[in-house]
């Protein structure tokens, strides 16, 4: 899980803003329904984020279509049902570009905003700069919340003591059910590159890979943070 800046200069946020005084001006309510630029802001979405899911990680470069990196716009606090922040529905800082990746699937097999719905999510990590230490990953494919456990079935099974923190961490993976099998699956797919290109590599090599993944400008790498989690692990133990 990443931070995503949202900031004040962003064309996206100018876009939403004309989209609603056009529509006060109009007389009608300021909705994602009546918002016609969701492409255009989609596509601005993606470039914040680099061209990642804000939630899974995976590639993102089109706006619907087809399934395979194509995206939507998500809205953090819902957009529709019991939970819906209709007030937000507009609001720069409650949209990011999310994959469409497993939608149509039956619900056990969703994930991300697909899987999420209408439900709330307790707290946005991504919302916080240092997301990324709320989480951490293992050699099955599962991201976890930061704890001392290393399953997602033991953290489960044990949630109890889990401080805040943690629990809220906890809900968001399973609320965008980011451990379905065809995750963890490529996740492990992923981890087995890391691993080939680690091999016989110095700390001061892998650091440097570090540093450069971190400040990549147009394209994050798939799965950036479990990649950087990963590499940041091996160069411990790696010899200067």
């Given at each position: 899980?990443?931070?995503?800046?949202?900031?004040?200069?962003?064309?996206?946020?100018?876009?939403?803003?004309?989209?609603?005084?056009?529509?006060r001006e109009a007389g009608i309510g300021e909705l994602?329904?009546?918002f016609h630029e969701k492409e255009?802001?989609?596509?601005?979405?993606?470039?914040?984020?680099?061209?990642?899911?804000?939630?899974?990680?995976?590639?993102?470069?089109h706006f619907q279509g087809e399934n395979e990196r194509g995206?939507?716009?998500?809205?953090?606090?819902?957009?529709?049902g019991n939970n819906a922040r209709t007030d937000l529905q507009l609001?720069?800082?409650?949209?990011?570009?999310?994959?469409?990746?497993?939608k149509g699937f039956e619900?056990?097999?969703?994930?991300?905003?697909?899987?999420?719905g209408c439900n709330v999510i307790n707290r946005n990590f991504l919302a916080l700069h240092n997301c990324s230490d709320y989480f951490q990953y293992n050699t099955n494919g599962e991201i976890l919340p930061q704890c001392s456990m290393n399953s997602f079935k033991d953290i489960c099974e044990h949630r109890?003591?889990?401080?805040?923190?943690?629990?809220?961490?906890?809900?968001?993976?399973?609320?965008?059910?980011?451990?379905?099998?065809?995750l963890k699956d490529f996740r492990k797919d992923v981890q087995t590159e890391?691993?080939?290109?680690?091999?016989?590599?110095?700390?001061?090599?892998?650091?440097?890979?570090?540093?450069?993944?971190?400040?990549?400008r147009k394209e994050y790498v798939q799965l950036v943070d479990m990649v950087l989690y990963f590499l940041k692990k091996i160069a411990q133990k790696a010899p200067r």
């Open positions: 899980m990443r931070y995503i800046p949202k900031p004040n200069y962003s064309s996206a946020l100018t876009l939403l803003e004309d989209a609603r005084k056009s529509m994602y329904e009546h255009q802001l989609n596509s601005i979405l993606r470039e914040e984020q680099k061209h990642i899911c804000c939630y899974c990680q995976r590639r993102i470069d995206s939507h716009n998500e809205h953090f606090e819902p957009e529709n609001d720069y800082k409650n949209l990011y570009a999310c994959c469409n990746l497993s619900k056990g097999l969703q994930h991300c905003g697909e899987h999420k109890e003591s889990l401080n805040e923190m943690q629990r809220d961490a906890l809900q968001m993976i399973e609320v965008l059910n980011l451990n379905v099998k065809s890391i691993f080939k290109y680690a091999l016989n590599k110095s700390r001061k090599q892998l650091e440097y890979k570090v540093q450069i993944l971190n400040t990549e």
